[in-house]
């Protein structure tokens, strides 16, 4: 549909992959050597600014391979959760599958046999061939990176500088992923396209207590009742700080926007006094 093209040209354009004749910009060609989404290729290409690009090429390969969650068998549901519980991050989901995969790749070092192997996943409620699929892409991100003489930093994960730099990453490619809880119940609006949906049922946030404001996530599915999958809490401050003026200047006017705007506001003039010292 025409409409389809023309959104995505505009999507590739806030991710600054095109030039100003609408074609590949350096940027954009360099998005393309890898076979992901383009948001996904921003955000590994901005983890190499931010210094994460270990942990955010185990994102890349967890969110792109078969979901690792299996559902739990009638009755066996509490059992399951608390198993996937082991494995949470208060940051959100993005980080607890670097958990599940750094977790995995530990039980493969000790076991001595693929059946030991699959017994781990069985007994943690996790699809041993979707996490076998996740190492075998990772491999072949890694691959990539180094063809194209990208710099990959050291593994640095649990510390509170590394997340925020994963977060800065995430923002990098999914600013247009963003939503707000509007009534403190877990109904997030989007801002982009003003939907109304609520957590995935395998969402660390989904039947807690503490349900984030503000969160990113990795995609929205009308088939699964209007829900948002892997999903991180952000804050207003690091998504004004990264968002592409003309891109926050185009979402449609909502409550969500004024807040955003009066956190620009107030952070405008500490911009203007840092342009003036340098």
Not at 198 to 203: A, G, K, T, V
Request: glycine content about 4%; proline content about 5%; hydrophobic content about 40%.
């Amino acid at each position: 549909a025409p409409e389809s093209l023309m959104q995505a040209l505009e999507d590739l354009d806030y991710l600054a992959a095109l030039d100003n004749d609408g074609n590949l910009s350096e940027f954009g060609i360099i998005m393309s050597e890898f076979p992901l989404d383009p948001q996904l290729s921003k955000s590994i290409l901005a983890s190499c600014e931010f210094g994460c690009v270990d942990e955010m090429l185990t994102i890349a390969a967890m969110v792109t391979a078969p979901n690792c969650f299996l559902h739990a068998p009638p009755g066996t549901e509490e059992i399951a959760l608390t198993c996937w519980r082991k494995f949470s991050h208060p940051a959100g989901d993005h980080f607890t599958l670097i958990n599940i995969f750094n977790a995995f790749k530990e039980a493969s070092v000790n076991s001595m046999s693929q059946c030991n192997n699959e017994k781990w996943c069985r007994d943690h409620f996790l699809s041993c061939s979707a996490l076998r699929m996740a190492e075998i892409i990772r491999a072949e991100l890694v691959e990539i990176m180094k063809r194209i003489e990208l710099p990959i930093s050291e593994p640095d994960f649990g510390s509170k500088e590394n997340m925020l730099s994963i977060k800065k990453s995430l923002l990098s490619g999914y600013f247009m992923h963003i939503a707000r809880d509007v009534d403190g119940s877990g109904n997030y609006l989007m801002l982009t396209h003003r939907q109304v949906a609520q957590l995935h049922p395998f969402s660390l946030y989904y039947n807690t207590r503490r349900i984030p404001e503000w969160v990113l996530f990795h995609e929205f599915s009308i088939l699964e009742d209007n829900t948002i999958r892997v999903v991180s809490e952000i804050s207003p401050d690091l998504f004004v700080e990264l968002v592409p003026q003309y891109y926050f200047s185009n979402l449609p006017s909502s409550e969500s926007k004024d807040i955003l705007q009066e956190v620009i506001n107030h952070l405008s003039p500490v911009s203007t006094m840092k342009e003036e010292q340098k």
